[in-house]
């Protein structure tokens, strides 16, 4: 069973920083995708951004030049460096991991990390 551990996240100032990492439990061999998903309350959850096991990265556009996605794939990690953060990214932040085994996808999910922007 594929376990995703997220660590990193707290209560930070307008225009502070914090940085998310997702630990997964084994190295997954195919080609796959990594991201970080968001939910506020009352909202959908939504792709905040994505990297594949290649290195190709995708931003939502709300966090395009203030987020930075990034992948260790021998320590099996994920990071999210969160930067110049607004009361907006108040959120639920969950890991992602997306896979082919065979002909069945893949979606793991972690259990999520508080991120509060607030003064």
């Known amino acids: 069973q594929v376990q995703l551990v997220e660590s990193g996240g707290g209560l930070v100032q307008p225009g502070g920083s914090l940085r998310l990492s997702c630990a997964v439990s084994r190295t997954i061999f195919s080609a796959n995708t990594m991201g970080w998903y968001r939910q506020a309350p009352g909202k959908q959850r939504e792709l905040v951004a994505a990297?594949?096991?290649?290195?190709?990265?995708n931003y939502a556009d709300s966090v395009k030049g203030r987020f930075t996605i990034s992948r260790d794939n021998d320590k099996n990690t994920v990071s999210l460096q969160m930067n110049t953060l607004i009361p907006e990214d108040t959120a639920v932040y969950y890991c992602?991991?997306?896979?082919?085994?065979?002909?069945?996808?893949?979606?793991?999910w972690g259990q999520g990390t508080q991120v509060t922007v607030a003064s």
């Open positions: 992602n991991l997306k896979y082919s085994l065979g002909w069945t996808s893949k979606d793991h």
């Open positions: 990297i594949t096991s290649g290195g190709s990265t």
